[in-house]
């Protein structure tokens, strides 16, 4: 492996809407699915809660990840909330940092009906997708809240502007 001083996704002549998007900024995310036999994740920061009777989580996945290919064949999966001590973690689920034996060697996870679950996380939810269609370059998918638990939220993570920072 190479260690680079510069990004090595960084565009060098940036899309507009990109850095538009990097200026929203959000609350960072672990999505997960799959069990034993096969399982994956993926650092999500697009996504957004709709209440009501049945709540539902959206997010706008990357449709060659291969979290979007085990959440739409398995059905379900599991949204989890970062905090700042994951941001490495983070990193290796988005592809952007080394994941030495894989990225679920990084950190304990707790197996689900849902999927996998990072050990640590003490805000996520269990979700059942109910449906997909492709918005732009990004698969929008509309998953069911079948199970949430909502804990403490100590130093929640944040991605701002192409980098991760803590939430005041």
């Given at each position: 492996m190479t260690i680079h001083a510069e990004h090595p996704?960084?565009?060098?002549?940036?899309?507009?809407?990109?850095?538009?998007?990097?200026?929203?900024?959000?609350?960072?995310?672990?999505w997960t699915a799959g069990d034993e036999d096969g399982r994956t994740g993926l650092t999500v920061t697009s996504y957004l809660l709709a209440a009501g009777e049945d709540a539902r989580v959206l997010a706008l996945l990357d449709p060659d990840a291969d979290l979007t290919e085990r959440l739409l064949g398995s059905?379900?999966?599991?949204?989890?909330?970062?905090?700042?001590?994951?941001?490495?973690?983070?990193?290796?689920?988005?592809?952007?940092?080394?994941?030495?034996?894989?990225?679920?060697?990084?950190?304990?996870?707790?197996?689900?009906?849902?999927?996998?679950?990072?050990?640590?996380?003490?805000?996520?939810?269990?979700?059942?997708?109910?449906?997909?269609?492709?918005?732009?370059?990004?698969?929008?998918?509309t998953t069911v809240v079948e199970h949430l638990e909502v804990g403490k939220d100590a130093e929640p993570l944040r991605h701002h502007r192409g980098r991760y920072t803590r939430v005041d």
């Open positions: 996704f960084r565009d060098p002549e940036p899309d507009p809407v990109r850095r538009f998007r990097g200026r929203v900024g959000g609350r960072v995310s672990l059905g379900r999966g599991v949204v989890q909330l970062l905090t700042w001590d994951d941001r490495d973690l983070a990193e290796m689920f988005a592809g952007t940092a080394p994941a030495p034996g894989g990225m679920f060697r990084q950190a304990e996870f707790v197996a689900t009906e849902w999927g996998p679950r990072l050990a640590t996380a003490t805000t996520w939810a269990g979700v059942r997708l109910e449906s997909e269609q492709e918005v732009g370059w990004s698969t929008l998918v």
